[in-house]
């Protein structure tokens, strides 16, 4: 009876000292939230159930689109748009959760006025269907970030509102309250609540206020780029104007957002308000002509030539669209000011996006289809589609080295018609709307497949589209530019 026990004792001790070990051991499958403690991990569990099973690459998260309206100007050089974008993608590497990019430029071609708002737009909607973006910062191409803690992602997955990248206070600029121009960074989701841009405005100014008017009709609050404005010295220190952005403006004790910091008139403003920034090499090694800034720090560099946009709105009022007194009716500077400016209803981000283009990942064709043409002031004709190469050479100058036609539009090009006045032939003045329809089928391979391996963010290269915007002349007859004639046909680049 004795040694029975004995046995038995001797068991038991064997048991436990097992148990005991497979305890001690780490597993390979660590235990994943929701398991119990007495519970077997799920991931274990998972195994065992599908040992066929084979652990897939998760996809690579959607990239950030940089939209930027564009058109060449007397006295600006060609080389803008490769400068924008070898000094961006450079300067991108040093800002979180930024890993992958593609940079849209949508070029105006036509004899219109220009139309910020639309391009956007475009840019926008292309973003969408060829790239998948979720993520989009709308730019001005002359506008070059410096300071590091300006965001180009959201710091959570939830997108909560979007961020005015070059508010008051940090654009180079602009001080007055109610600014909404120059860089912005939206959610795909943002922009679908504020049915993006206007196409209404033509000429210099007024999309970015109805965009503000949008965002305020919608309920949508947004964020500033990041924490500021700074804190001032309390020893009577001048800020050093090459140092940090503050957020705060030049000789203004008040924060620009509450307070127009400006002074008038404007030759006052410019003389007491601005201090001019050097050109010369970037901190990224790209060379920038001499600019100025209102804003204490460097936030943005304001890489102009040929001279700055509000000077020439004082010096030659007509580069303001002279617009009906009905257009104008709560769209003047008042209302800007004030909070009031009246948006447009008629256009925006929905008359271009095809309705399969609202998911992610495209499924389905557009319901609404091309055949009775866009609703009035979405229709527009793209000439080419380009992805352009870039390379900075050793003098910080960026030029263009290659040009080749983008995969997505050498796709709807061979799978169109190559003239007459179909909708959706190559050389309709909707061929633009086509295109994006054809982006958004079933049936074509975008979003394309990335390989998240490659260093995308090393490459100075940006996707070059150039359009021709539709306007009603009998409707909005200060669409056109002074002294230009009407608006002829161009062939559509197909090599």
Same mark, same amino acid.
Request: charged share 25%; hydrophobic share 35%; aromatic share 8%.
């Given at each position: ?56 690459? &998760? ?79 709308? !730019? ?30 940090? !654009? ?49 609050? !947004? ?138 990942? &495209? ?14 002031? !979405? ?109 002829? &046909? ?6």
């Amino acid at each position: 009876m004795r040694q029975h026990v004995s046995r038995s004792f001797l068991a038991l001790l064997c048991v436990s000292a097992l148990v005991a070990l497979h305890v001690a051991v780490p597993s390979d499958h660590p235990r994943e939230a929701g398991d119990s403690p007495g519970q077997q991990p799920a991931s274990l569990e998972r195994r065992q159930t599908f040992p066929e099973a084979v652990a897939s690459t &998760p996809s690579p998260a959607p990239p950030l689109c940089v939209v930027v309206p564009y058109r060449e100007r007397p006295g600006r050089t060609a080389r803008e748009p490769e400068r924008f974008a070898a000094y961006l993608r450079r300067w991108l590497q040093r800002v979180k959760r930024v890993d992958r990019v593609r940079i849209w430029l949508v070029e105006q071609e036509d004899e219109q006025r220009f139309n910020r708002g639309w391009l956007l737009n475009i840019g926008v909607a292309l973003g969408r269907a060829v790239d998948g973006c979720d993520v989009f910062a709308l !730019h001005d191409v002359d506008l070059l970030p410096v300071d590091p803690r300006i965001p180009y992602a959201f710091d959570t997955d939830a997108n909560d509102e979007p961020i005015h990248l070059s508010p008051p206070g940090a !654009h180079p600029e602009y001080c007055y309250p109610t600014f909404r121009g120059g860089a912005w960074l939206f959610s795909w989701r943002h922009l679908l609540d504020v049915n993006g841009y206007s196409h209404a405005y033509w000429g210099w100014g007024q999309e970015d206020d109805d965009l503000g008017a949008r965002m305020r009709d919608a309920n949508m609050s !947004h964020g500033r780029a990041f924490r500021y404005p700074g804190a001032r010295p309390t020893n009577g220190e001048l800020i050093d104007q090459a140092g940090p952005c503050t957020g705060r403006v030049a000789a203004c004790d008040h924060d620009p957002i509450r307070k127009d910091c400006g002074v008038y008139p404007y030759a006052r403003f410019v003389k007491h308000m601005f201090h001019p920034t050097p050109g010369g090499k970037t901190a990224d090694g790209i060379v920038v002509p001499p600019s100025r800034s209102l804003a204490e720090g460097v936030c943005f560099v304001h890489a102009h030539e040929g001279g700055f946009s509000r000077d020439a709105v004082e010096v030659k009022p007509d580069l303001i669209s002279k617009t009906s007194d009905e257009f104008q009716r709560g769209r003047r500077w008042a209302d800007v000011i004030d909070g009031r400016f009246r948006r447009d209803e008629a256009t925006g981000l929905a008359g271009l996006v095809p309705t399969a283009c609202s998911n992610r990942r &495209p499924q389905g064709s557009n319901s609404k289809g091309l055949n009775a043409g866009p609703a009035p002031g !979405h229709g527009f004709q793209v000439l080419a589609v380009d992805k352009i190469g870039v390379v900075v050479g050793v003098d910080g100058v960026a030029d263009k080295v290659r040009e080749s036609v983008h995969p997505a539009f050498a796709s709807w090009l061979s799978s169109t018609t190559g003239g007459g006045d179909s909708v959706s032939s190559v050389g309709s003045r909707w061929s633009g709307n086509a295109f994006l329809d054809h982006a958004c089928d079933e049936d074509t391979e975008y979003p394309y497949a990335y390989d998240p391996s490659a260093n995308e963010m090393s490459a100075g290269a940006y996707t070059r589209v150039r359009v021709r915007l539709t306007c009603d002349q009998e409707e909005a007859p200060w669409c056109l530019q002074p002294g230009k004639p009407p608006a002829r &046909p161009l062939s559509i680049v197909t090599e």
